[in-house]
């Protein structure tokens, strides 16, 4: 499920010039269009707690995968009608399918996580950044044959809807961490427990850790390759391997970091990696060598890499409702990925790209700061 995750946030990307030049349309309203993926994922996020609380886990996450199935056919079929509102419509049901199966899968990994007794979360985002660079080999591929951008989703609206029944492996039971109570079946005591996780300082303090990260992962897909482009005089092509070393170190620390975390726990490993992005950070400011610069990309692709699934780890287990605790840190996270990039815009148009890269590395001290919240929840009583 995480795979499939992965595959279908980057089922478009490859093919954002053919669906620009298709549509008739221009940058700015791409832009837009992206937005509302954002925008869906955060309602998504919202109706993640009552979804599973109605359905159960496994109906709950095969209603998601099948969520993000239809919107990327209504996607496809929009496409082939050339009608920018629909296309805009399926963008943000899709971020809402996508948003809600995020929270849902990370409950079930965390449940997993308990039981097995050692750290796996890591492992399975890393299959989430393996699915992206998948589904963007199927974008590029398409594109070399020729295949239309609608044909493409559609033919992966059918594959992902087929891969539905998987959910089925899936135990049925609460997912409760232990030693915590069962989460309230009453709506309105499930709604007002979680409006009080926003006023919870630990829960916070974990998602202001997923919003550093976040902001430092989503910041350099925006925006790493246009930096090495323009601020460190490299080609385009030589830009792009920049950020595919930056993709490759994050998704290599999440394969590896398992056995790490549980000798150092998710707290020293946070403070470790957030350290190591401060200073992959201010290398890739400051270099002038670009192997030194490539370096430093290097270090903040693991900067960036555990905040996250830790972050999920230490939310489903700090009290009672995993789902609804996991929505709480995740939106918060997911805001840095909408509003963070564009925060990084405006600074970069007022004092320059390589200047503005500066707000990343002090997120990454909040995020060293923060990285105490992450410690196991003390035993009840």
Not at 63 to 76: D, H, K, N, S, T
Request: hydrophobic share 60%; aromatic share 6%.
């Amino acid at each position: 499920m995480f795979g499939l995750g992965g595959i279908t946030i980057s089922a478009w990307g490859p093919r954002l010039p053919a669906i620009k030049a298709g549509l008739g349309i221009g940058t700015a309203t791409i832009g837009l269009l992206l937005a509302g993926v954002t925008v869906g994922a955060l309602l998504g996020l919202v109706a993640s707690t009552p979804l599973r609380r109605w359905l159960g886990g496994r109906r709950a996450v095969a209603g998601a995968i099948l969520l993000v199935a239809a919107a990327i056919a209504l996607m496809g079929v929009a496409l082939t009608l050339v009608v920018v509102p629909l296309v805009a419509v399926a963008f943000v049901i899709t971020g809402t399918g996508l948003g809600a199966l995020d929270v849902l899968i990370n409950v079930e990994g965390a449940a997993v996580e308990r039981t097995a007794g050692r750290t796996l979360m890591p492992g399975m985002h890393a299959a989430w950044s393996i699915g992206v660079a998948v589904g963007s080999g199927i974008g590029a591929a398409c594109a070399a044959l020729g295949i239309t951008p609608a044909a493409q989703l559609i033919g992966e609206a059918v594959v992902i809807a087929a891969a539905a029944p998987v959910t089925l492996a899936i135990p049925a039971g609460q997912s409760v961490p232990d030693g915590t109570a069962e989460p309230p079946r009453d709506r309105g005591a499930q709604l007002r427990q979680w409006l009080r996780g926003w006023l919870e300082v630990r829960l916070l303090l974990i998602g202001l850790v997923m919003f550093g990260v976040e902001l430092g992962e989503g910041s350099a897909n925006s925006w790493l390759t246009l930096a090495v482009r323009n601020d460190h005089g490299q080609s385009a092509a030589v830009a792009a391997l920049f950020f595919t070393v930056f993709a490759t170190c994050e998704g290599l620390s999440r394969i590896f970091a398992g056995p790490v975390v549980d000798r150092l726990g998710r707290a020293g490993v946070v403070r470790l990696t957030a350290a190591l992005g401060i200073a992959g950070i201010m290398v890739f400011i400051l270099a002038r060598n670009p192997w030194i610069v490539l370096f430093g990309v290097m270090l903040w692709g693991v900067g960036v890499s555990l905040g996250f699934p830790l972050g999920t780890s230490a939310a489903a287990a700090s009290g009672p409702d995993a789902v609804a605790r996991i929505s709480v840190v995740s939106s918060i996270g997911y805001f840095a990925n909408l509003a963070g990039p564009p925060a990084i815009g405006a600074l970069a148009q007022a004092a320059g790209l390589l200047n503005a890269v500066w707000v990343i590395a002090v997120l990454f001290a909040a995020v060293f700061a923060a990285a105490g919240s992450l410690r196991p929840r003390p035993p009840a009583g």
